[in-house]
């Protein structure tokens, strides 16, 4: 049974850095795209990355590109995303999500509930001064 495990959240004054980690276990996570999702109080789920099997291709929203990085070590099961010059705005808890890819290629960062085959439990980033 598959399960993803997301750390690494905290508080971190604006324009600091958190790095997100996800877990995955019971799957076989090299074969599947994997997604980082955002869902501030208030609001609905956003999209924010994603990177595909292999690690070859990945994007981010444009809400945090130049800011948020993407990676994963398949060796380690896991998925990392790294934030930087954190804003405000970027407060919200982060899930990780995994996507079957049967053909490799691009990744849609765009967040779709019929998507996910695993979801994880989510980490709670605070951003404030």
């Known amino acids: 049974q598959g399960q993803l495990v997301a750390s690494g959240g905290g508080w971190v004054l604006p324009g600091g850095s958190l790095r997100l980690s996800c877990f995955a276990s019971?799957?076989?996570?090299?074969?599947?795209?994997m997604h980082w999702i955002r869902q501030a109080p208030g609001k609905e789920r956003e999209g924010i990355s994603c990177?595909?099997?292999?690690?070859?291709?990945?994007n981010v929203a444009d809400s945090v590109k130049g800011r948020f990085f993407v990676s994963r070590d398949n060796a380690k099961s896991s998925v990392y995303l790294q934030m930087n010059d954190l804003k405000p705005e970027d407060a919200a808890v982060y899930y990780c999500?995994?996507?079957?890819?049967?053909?490799?290629?691009?990744?849609?960062?765009?967040?779709?509930?019929?998507?996910?085959?695993?979801w994880g439990r989510g980490t709670q980033v605070f951003v404030s001064s």
């Open positions: 999500a995994a996507e079957w890819e049967p053909v490799p290629g691009l990744c849609s960062v765009d967040y779709d509930k019929g998507r996910y085959a695993y």
């Open positions: 990177i595909t099997s292999g690690g070859e291709s990945s």
């Open positions: 019971g799957f076989g996570v090299q074969y599947y795209t």
